[in-house]
């Protein structure tokens, strides 16, 4: 009972810094929407950044703390600590369009939440668009107020398991 409560604990703290992290946009969001300025445009493109950059880190604290289950339970406990220090490294490196794939595969399965994924996976090819500078495979331009949806939406979704 005290690891479920330990990981109540790490999921609220989890949620309360993600969702204000994210949440922090939310005044930009509605002070700038609607307008068209090249200024503005620039600033979205950063926000848009910004959430992916919070939902991002979001999944990989999330993983990983999933992964401390295996980590209490494995026997011996020098074999369970030495593996998930290799899980808890790899992580890092997964690739964000893997992590989606392997969510959408296990815990994001119905319809509605196959569209979200899909939906975040656009809003990945976009993230990348901007972050590379690729200006002969522009992607469009995502809203921000759906970004922002989309991704709080997963992270509310995860937070129930």
């Known amino acids: 009972e005290e690891s479920h409560e330990g990981v109540r604990t790490f999921q609220q703290k989890l949620r309360a810094r993600t969702l204000y ?9 509605e002070e700038i929407e609607g307008r068209t300025s090249p200024a503005i445009q620039e600033v979205e493109v950063f926000l848009v950044l910004g959430l992916w ?15 401390m289950v ?5 026997q011996p406990s020098v074999f369970a ?10 992580v890092e490196r997964w690739e964000p369009r893997e992590i989606l794939d392997f969510l959408k595969d296990s815990l994001l399965t119905t319809p509605t939440q196959q569209k979200l994924v899909n939906k975040t996976q656009q809003i990945l090819t976009y993230r990348n668009w901007v972050a590379h500078a690729n200006p002969n495979r522009f992607h469009g331009r995502e809203e921000l107020q759906t970004t922002y949806r989309t991704l709080n939406d997963i992270i509310n979704i995860l937070l129930q398991y």
């Open 70 to 74: 295996l980590q209490q339970h494995l």
């Open 81 to 90: 600590n030495s593996w998930y220090n290799h899980f808890s490294k790899n």
């Open 53 to 67: 950059a919070a939902f991002e880190r979001f999944l990989r604290d999330y993983l990983q703390e999933k992964g």
């Open 21 to 29: 992290e994210v949440g922090n946009a939310l005044p930009l969001l």
